[in-house]
């Protein structure tokens, strides 16, 4: 169209308003005319412009799927919703496991040794008590000029009980180490027996 | 009693299945209308048509109250759209079914006939910016001012592109023979 009046009220007439300007200006301008005419044709074809009709049941199958997804969002929402909170409170839970059992308590008394070790001890306290004093004695006749008192009795344990294995072997060993323990007491021997008497 | 939009989507929102109902029985033919046009296919119109109620229905939660809800409804349609035949150039072209799925109106004459044919043929071999201003207009009888935000044009381009839109389909119409030539009138500088 080169007539721009032409060219608005068409549209405008196409828009839905009324004719009258256009037929107006059909009187003078003959393009306007023959463009009216046109539309009016077009109008026409347009209403046998068949509408593309939905077919029997879409509507029901958006339904069916807005709920479906409906639900499955809100699921979703409530598993984003959830997942932290049971997340921290496994994580509370294995905090609270992890301090009462894990760390050690200082509050809580001491567990009491187990009697078989306690036992265990106080026989080789013993031992090693009666092993000292027979060594004084020994050393005490080794050398009768040397005033040897406060010698405590050997307490050796009965015959037949739980340490006899134990003393035989301790008596195996120092059998094992009688060559260097008696040079060690012939040396001291001479020793005593070369100081002078006011030494002694 | 009709529930307007805005009332509509607040009940949407709070998860009453009528009123998603409502809603969709409100708007589906409008978009499914217009994916046939623009998808001139049955099947995938149908798809998308489903798939745009789905978005709409994820996003209600954005669409501005103080606008009204079909230009929202028809642009997301448009996009989908778009998308969709996208999607489809990459695949091989799948039949059109176009003709099956349109109800005429009761036409009994044959040359009638044809040119309902015909004028619809014309519609779909429109440009796809073109098709989609000719159809919100003229079928789903939507103003500029919609048609522009739906499409998110400026009003004149819209204009512009449904002159353009009828001359094509006018021209095509009297190549045809299905309008009178005749009523041309020789202009004065003729």
């Known amino acids: 169209m080169t007539c721009r009046v032409c060219d608005e009220l068409i549209v405008a007439y196409m828009d839905g308003e009324s004719p009258d300007a256009l037929d107006a200006h059909a009187l003078i301008c003959p393009e306007s005319a023959r463009h009216r005419a046109d539309t009016d044709q077009l109008l026409a074809a347009l209403s046998l412009l068949p509408r593309p009709e939905p077919p029997v049941g879409l509507a029901q199958r958006i339904v069916h799927a807005v709920r479906k997804d409906f639900r499955q969002r809100n699921q979703a929402r409530q598993l984003r919703w959830m997942a932290p909170l049971v997340l921290t409170t496994v994580a509370g839970l294995f905090f609270t496991f992890g301090i009462v059992f894990l760390t050690p308590d200082i509050t809580r008394p001491a567990t009491p040794e187990p009697i078989a070790i306690q036992e265990g001890v106080n026989q080789a306290r013993d031992e090693v008590a009666s092993l000292t004093i027979r060594t004084a004695q020994e050393t005490a006749r080794l050398f009768p000029h040397v005033e040897v008192s406060n010698l405590v009795p050997p307490q050796m344990p009965e015959q037949g009980s739980p340490l006899q294995p134990f003393r035989e072997a301790g008596e195996i060993v120092s059998s094992g180490l009688q060559p260097l323990t008696d040079p060690a007491c012939r040396a001291m021997s001479l020793f005593f027996r070369d100081l002078p008497v006011d030494a002694r | ?190």
């Open chain 2, 1 to 190: 009693m009709s529930v307007d939009d805005a009332a509509l989507v607040r009940l949407c929102l709070l998860g009453n299945p009528d009123a998603i109902g409502i809603l969709v029985a409100r708007y589906h033919s409008d978009v499914f209308g217009m994916c046939v046009r623009l998808l001139r296919h049955q099947q995938d119109a149908e798809d998308v048509t489903q798939e745009v109620f789905l978005r709409v229905f994820r996003s209600l939660e954005r669409w501005d109250s103080t606008r009204p809800l079909r230009p929202w409804i028809v642009g997301i349609a448009i996009n989908r759209c778009r998308t969709w035949l996208g999607l489809r150039s990459r695949r091989p072209e799948t039949v059109d079914f176009l003709d099956e799925t349109l109800v005429a109106p009761n036409v009994n004459a044959n040359e009638t006939r044809e040119l309902s044919a015909e004028i619809q043929s014309a519609v779909q071999d429109l440009r796809e910016d073109y098709r989609t201003v000719f159809v919100l207009f003229h079928e789903q009888g939507q103003g500029y001012e919609d048609i522009a935000r739906a499409i998110d044009r400026p009003v004149g381009t819209v204009k512009t592109w449904l002159h353009r839109a009828r001359m094509e389909i006018l021209e095509r119409l009297k190549r045809r023979g299905l309008v009178e030539e005749e009523t041309r009138r020789p202009t004065s500088g003729e």
